[in-house]
């Protein structure tokens, strides 16, 4: 073939061809120290963020530092108001009241949620056993139980005492704090544990976590150990064992996050699901200019199906909507049909050491930009939040005419497995709503893996988006 026509072809082939665009060979310098530098804010953030307490009280300070004011029930709103309402300390809602007709544009979302998987303690769940002290622990969200031993883990969360005061608990994040521990098997003594398949290498009463193994002096006691821990838990915090009874404390990986790789283009960190998604539109709600109302939701429970009063299936968002509709005078039903909402939360990533469980045209490709998932669900797209065409042309259109980096993607091969997210619970609502994120190697490990690029393109999408 002459050269003429090889580049005839050639330029067909660019005009008509769709391909994929890597944010590193796209983006400049200048974009990408911008880039890096957004991953240092991130980074910071997430690692004062490693519960859904913790989260949302972070994004609070963020907010009020932004000039945001609390929000109670009955408050009149007005445009420019800047608005964040707190739900049970565990999630959070924050709002800025634009001065577009609302009937006419509707809410425009952003959702993500702040629990992340992790081992909670068992509401009596201490115990003595052969020189050492125990927590009792029951697993939060799908997790591979043996990736949590032999790990450092950091003890967070609240104990409401008897008299209804409460203890914040944080050990193990400081370098001079104790850590805590999950015991594994030694390889020498392994064989008849490697037979087993991996739900059962390590199982869920096996998750005790170690916290402590020295003897309260007195030859008397029966268990000194505990009696000893006791005596210091309740010298710090002022607790009785029988406290535990309304505690919710968890453990969670002690790792900090750290950049990944000689060029640093990759963040390792604890809790990327969905920190990456939640953080980005926390930042865009404060930074964007618009003219529309627009709200960022971080909430409670996703990990484990969105459930009771702090998760996405909760009525107090939908009640949130109503009061700032009618406060606005405004009808919420004609609101919500004009809303919009991007399900923020993070998606699987092409990982080539597992290319067999991956349909690699329609997976996400790490750094390939913030991804969208048309749909969700399992098997026949079961329980499937499945957008409209029209609603993706939508959003392609607002990502193109901002030079969005960004791709679609599905989660896995079609028969191997699935998952959900806040998605279905959003458009329940009659709105439009779409998964959109960052794609994540190794989900719900304690230590997962994503692309900076992948990061700082969510939280530009996340700004076109409501703007
Ligand atoms: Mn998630
Ligand atoms: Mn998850």
Redesign the pocket.
């Known amino acids: 073939m002459d050269k003429k026509k090889q580049d005839i072809e050639q330029s067909l082939a660019d005009k008509l061809f769709y391909r994929k665009k890597n944010y590193f060979e796209e983006a400049d310098d200048k974009e990408i120290e911008k880039c890096y530098a957004f991953a240092e804010d991130y980074k910071k953030f997430i690692d004062i963020s490693k519960t859904e307490r913790e989260t949302c009280q972070n994004a609070v300070e963020i907010a009020v530092k932004a000039g945001f004011k609390e929000f109670k029930f009955g408050d009149k709103l007005k445009v420019g108001d800047k608005r964040y309402y707190v739900n049970r300390n565990k999630s959070v809602a924050i709002f800025k009241i634009g001065k577009n007709n609302l009937e006419e544009h509707g809410i425009k979302i952003l959702g993500a949620?702040i629990d992340?998987?992790r081992i909670d303690l068992k509401q009596n769940p201490m115990y003595e056993d052969s020189g050492f002290c125990f927590f009792k622990t029951h697993y939060y969200?799908?997790i591979k139980k043996y990736q949590w031993t032999t790990i450092p883990l950091a003890l967070h969360g609240t104990i409401i005492k008897k008299d209804g005061s409460s203890v914040n608990v944080s050990i193990g994040e400081d370098e001079n704090d104790p850590i805590f521990y999950i015991n594994d098997l030694l390889p020498h003594l392994g064989q008849e544990q490697m037979m087993n398949n991996g739900y059962k290498i390590i199982t869920g009463e096996q998750l005790n976590l170690v916290i402590g193994g020295k003897a309260y002096n007195d030859k008397k006691v029966k268990d000194k150990i505990k009696l000893n821990i006791l005596a210091i838990l309740n010298e710090k915090y002022g607790v009785l064992e029988e406290d535990f009874l309304s505690s919710e404390l968890c453990a969670v990986p002690a790792f900090k996050s750290r950049d990944i790789g000689f060029d640093r283009a990759f963040i390792g960190a604890y809790g990327h699901?969905?920190k990456s998604c939640a953080y980005p539109a926390l930042r865009a709600i404060i930074d964007a200019k618009t003219n529309d109302t627009v709200l960022t939701l971080l909430v409670d429970k996703?990990?484990i199906g969105s459930e009771g009063n702090t998760g996405m299936k909760s009525r107090i968002y939908e009640d949130l909507m109503d009061e700032i509709c009618e406060s606005l005078k405004c009808l919420p039903r004609k609101v919500r049909a004009k809303s919009k909402c991007l399900s923020a939360?993070?998606t699987s990533c092409f990982d080539p050491n597992f290319p067999n469980v991956y349909e690699k045209m329609n997976a996400s490709l790490i750094s390939c930009g913030t991804s969208i998932n048309k749909f969700t669900g399992s098997g026949g797209k079961s329980s499937a939040n499945d957008a409209s065409a029209e609603f993706m042309s939508e959003v392609r259109k607002i990502f193109l005419d901002n030079n969005i980096i960004y791709q679609t993607s599905e989660l896995g091969k079609v028969d191997l497995g699935g998952?959900g997210t806040i998605a279905k619970y959003v458009a329940e609502l009659n709105i439009d709503t779409i998964d959109i994120g960052v794609p994540v190697i190794s989900?719900?490990a304690p230590y997962e893996l994503i692309s900076k690029g992948d990061l700082y393109s969510t939280y530009k999408a996340f700004c076109s988006f409501i703007s």
């Open positions: 949620h992340s998987p969200g799908g699901d969905d996703e990990e939360d993070v998952g989900m719900h």
